[in-house]
Structures are given as structure tokens and as C-alpha cells.
């Protein structure tokens, strides 16, 4: 089940609130300017499938937010249990950054933790299969797959040369909790 968990970013251990409903979802991110929708993924895709695969199954939908949006390019991660550099791609998203184009990201199978940093609070959004989460650029964020990902998930670019991250260099992602296995 999809959630929200907002926390002062003083106090980790003891969340200001938890949201389950989509409604509260989507209205309490809109409020800080995250896009939270629940789309319909219906291809059954496997974690650890191709792009290629993964694109041409979702190619509606992915037309639909290139030409609502304007986004340039797309590609996917697609992650399971077995991949050999699962550490090493896990540990590539764990720290804060922030990249200088919204991070658009379709969930299509499994589910992954995204934490917002936003002014004083932390938005920790579990993000599951059939949820599209729109991140304005500039927004302070980290994300984490888990120990053993499994998940697939699209990612809409809108600058051509794709996914870059700046790193705050701020260690708050690590008082925060991580993905449950
Ligand atoms: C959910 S896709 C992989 C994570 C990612 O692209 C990103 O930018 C995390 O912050
Ligand atoms: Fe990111
Ligand atoms: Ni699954």
C-alpha cells in the first residue's frame, strides 16, 4: 500500500503524521508542489525486465506525459533481488541530492521509498506499482530501493542528457528510516 509519512527533519524517530488514502496523498504533496497521481499499469512487467520491453508495453502513456509535459527522453530502471550491482545502484540514490529538472518517475511493478526534503519536514512517499510522482526540480530529496530491489520504474526527462544529481553533502538521509524488506 502507497504512503505517506511526514517528520520534522529534527526528529526521525517520531513522524508528525501517516497517510494511506490517495486523496490525503496527492493533496498534502500538491501543497508542496509534488505531482502524486494513481495511474493504471496494466502490462505485467517483471522487475528486472529490459527497457525496451518495459517502453514499448507503457508507449501510451509514456507519449501522453511527453506531449502534456514536454519531457525529451525516457528510460528505466528495472531491479531485482538478483541484479549484481544492486549495492552499488542502491547506495547511488541514498544521499541527498537535487537535479535542475523534475523528476518524473511511473512506478509499473514493486515499489520504492522516496524521501522529500522540504523546508523544514520530510515527505517519506512509498511509492508502489500504478503511482506516477512528479518531484519539482531543485526539490532536496533521496530514494532507497531496499536491500533486495524490486521495482521498475519509468523515468520522463525533460533535459536531454538525462538523470544528473547534485549532492547537498548534507548526511540527514542517513537518520532517516530506510525501505522495510
Ligand atoms: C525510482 S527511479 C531511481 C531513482 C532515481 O532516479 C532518482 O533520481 C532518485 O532520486
Ligand atoms: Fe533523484
Ligand atoms: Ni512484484
Redo the contacts with the bound molecule.
Sequence with gaps: MSSLTVYHQSSPDVPNKMLTHLEDIASTLGAVGVRFERWQAAAKIQPGASQDEVIAAYRPQIDQLMREQGYVTVDV?SLNKDHPQKDELRAK?LDE?Q?GED?V?F?VAGR?L?SLHIDDYVYAVL?EKNDLISVPAGTR???D?GEFPH?V?I?LFNNPEG?V?NFTGDEIASRFPRLED
Design positions: 530502471v540514490f541530492h537535479h523528476e518517475r512506478f520504492g522516496f511509492c530529496h533521496w530514494f530501493m521495482f520504474a523515468r538523470w544529481a
